[in-house]
């Protein structure tokens, strides 16, 4: 089985920092991209920054250059640093991870992490 495992979340003050954390393990061959996401209470869950394989980066357009999505690949991880929050970045933020589990064969799964709850006060 794979399993993701994200960390990193917190209370932190409207302009503060919080750096995200999410680690693979298990039955890994390779992984394609990751990302974050994030869902507030009442919305949908919605894209917040991906980064592929080979390290190109997307971010959603309410990031507007204050976050800032890293891999580890040695790790297993991505990681989400974010900076000047807002009280609108308010959510639970998930980590995702394209995983090849077998070199044998060339199925690749989608996979989630539990969720770190990010709140930001006013």
């Known amino acids: 089985q794979v399993q993701l495992v994200d960390s990193g979340g917190g209370l932190v003050q409207a302009g503060g920092s919080l750096r995200l954390s999410c680690a693979a393990s298990?039955?890994?061959?390779?992984?394609?991209?990751m990302g974050w996401y994030r869902q507030a209470p009442g919305k949908q869950r919605e894209l917040v920054a991906v980064i592929t394989g080979g390290d190109s980066t997307n971010y959603a357009d309410f990031v507007e250059g204050r976050f800032t999505i890293s891999r580890d690949n040695a790790k297993n991880a991505v990681y989400l640093q974010m900076n000047s929050l807002k009280p609108e970045d308010t959510a639970v933020y998930y980590c995702?991870?394209?995983?090849?589990?077998?070199?044998?064969?060339?199925?690749?799964?989608?996979?989630w992490g539990q969720g770190t709850q990010v709140t930001v006060s006013s």
């Open positions: 298990g039955n890994i061959f390779s992984i394609n991209a």
């Open positions: 995702n991870a394209a995983i090849r589990p077998y070199r044998i064969s060339i199925s690749v799964g989608n996979y």
